[in-house]
């Protein structure tokens, strides 16, 4: 199994650009889910999905796009790209059911919007 | 005041030494602690975790929580370099399968 697999693992942006971060898991999670992690900030949630065509909000969402087609796969769409939003981001898998709530993380992808 | 509350350091120590990693919490609703360990440019991974009160050993870590003091710490025996991480605490919240996470703590372990 690769586990939770993110690509790029780098990029770099002008102000303005769109772009897919691409996230894909093989171990059947039904939960999926979208962090950004800054200096002095820790892990914070960007969007989440419980399964295949639903997905919602976390706690900063703004400025990004999700969709959940399928099970394994879980796109994150940066709209209009902003300097703010160069971060480390981090895309994460887990069963629906069963406690505790282990999430596995994928190796992130650092980006930089100039 | 944030749910979880997290002392970021940086905690640095002479190989051998005992490390403390500690995290508070707010919401008395939490039932399981868990201890996430992040090496440099990657993702953070479960170390182990415990339910409810009470001590749980796994080799040379020890997790404890303390439900009354709202109070949860790591204890890393005979540190090693190779212990060189940031230590994240994690408490899942409800039954939407989200973590509420603390900021982390930098290790450093000098031979």
């Known amino acids: 199994n690769a586990g939770v697999t993110q690509t790029p693992k780098f990029q770099v942006l002008k102000t303005g650009q769109s772009m897919t971060l691409q996230c894909a898991q093989d171990?059947?999670?039904?939960?999926m889910s979208w962090y950004r992690q800054d200096p002095g900030m820790g892990l914070r949630l960007i969007h989440y999905?419980?399964?295949?065509?639903?997905?919602d909000q976390g706690e900063v969402p703004n400025g990004y796009n999700v969709s959940r087609s399928t099970t394994e796969d879980f796109p994150l769409r940066l709209l209009s790209a902003a300097p703010s939003q160069t971060s480390v981001y981090f895309c994460?898998?887990?069963?629906?059911?069963?406690?505790?709530?282990?999430?596995?993380f994928g190796p992130g992808t650092r980006l930089t919007v100039l | 005041q944030k749910e979880v509350e997290q002392d970021p350091g940086p905690l640095s120590v002479p190989e051998g030494a005992i490390v403390s990693l500690n995290c508070t919490y707010s919401?008395?609703?939490?039932?399981?602690f868990m201890w996430y360990r992040q090496y440099s440019r990657k993702g953070p991974e479960l170390l182990m975790y415990?339910?409810s009160s009470g001590n749980k050993e796994d080799g040379r870590f020890t997790a404890q929580v303390d439900k009354s003091s709202k109070y949860i710490s790591l204890f890393i025996r005979d540190s090693q370099p190779s212990d060189s991480a940031t230590y994240l605490c994690?408490?899942?919240?409800?039954?939407?399968?989200?973590?509420?996470w603390g900021l982390g703590t930098s290790l450093a372990v000098n031979p």
């Open positions: 994690a408490m899942p919240a409800g039954n939407n399968r989200k973590l509420i």
């Open positions: 171990m059947n999670h039904e939960y």
């Open positions: 919401n008395s609703a939490f039932q399981y």
């Open positions: 994460a898998s887990s069963y629906s059911q069963g406690a505790p709530n282990e999430q596995f």
């Open positions: 999905s419980v399964g295949a065509g639903i997905t």
């Open positions: 415990t339910y």
